[in-house]
């Protein structure tokens, strides 16, 4: 066992399993921690995360509802952060529809990982505009569905949806690593 862990830790042959385990292991501890700090009430931190939260509702929810008037040619409205769809469905836009959770996962993923802080510094504000715009895109897909009257929304907006997050976030990091980490690494 400790030969195996040794060769792993040391191997260039199991490189790529090892930097897919480090992105597995801060997106989990990113995850916990963020379950854990929504979860502070208590000044600045409670009132900070209420204004942000509260502020990404309405920007989603305008965004979002912008993008299916315009683009799509839908009548939606808006009413009690809901976007009304003209056949009664109705998406709600609440603090797990703002992608502030993926945000400061990519912030933090980016910040912790290995890589040249040269490319940090705007590769950084990149992936939060990605992420930002995969939330809108998201849930413009989730009013597709809707309108379109599509069986298991629940299972749409769940599972498919969600995971559509994580494979953008895995997709940003594989880019960092391949073009940013491993070629840095190349260079010196």
């Not at 990519?106 to 939330?135: R, S």
């Not at 299972?155 to 494979?167: A, E, S, T």
């Not at 880019?175 to 260079?187: A, G, I």
């Amino acid at each position: 066992m400790a030969k195996f862990l040794n060769d792993f830790l040391k191997d260039p042959r199991y490189r790529s399993v090892r930097d897919v385990f480090l992105f597995i292991i801060i997106t989990i501890l990113i995850h916990i921690c963020y379950k854990f700090w929504i979860h502070i009430h208590y000044y600045p931190i409670g009132g900070l995360y209420e204004r942000v939260i509260v502020l990404m509702e309405n920007v989603v929810l305008r965004q979002t509802w912008w993008i299916i008037v315009n683009v799509l040619q839908n009548h939606a409205t808006i009413r009690d952060n809901t976007i009304w769809l003209p056949n009664h469905w109705g998406i709600m836009i609440g603090d797990g529809c703002t992608g502030l959770k993926q945000i400061i996962q990519v912030l933090l993923l980016f910040l912790i990982y290995p890589g040249p802080w040269k490319h940090k510094a705007w590769f950084i504000p990149a992936g939060i505009i990605i992420v930002h715009l995969t939330n809108i895109v998201r849930i413009v897909l989730l009013a597709i569905a809707m309108n379109l009257n599509l069986p298991n929304i629940h299972f749409i907006h769940d599972q498919i949806l969600r995971f559509f997050f994580y494979v953008v976030i895995f997709g940003m990091w594989l880019v960092w690593e391949e073009k940013f980490v491993r070629s840095d690494k190349v260079t010196k």
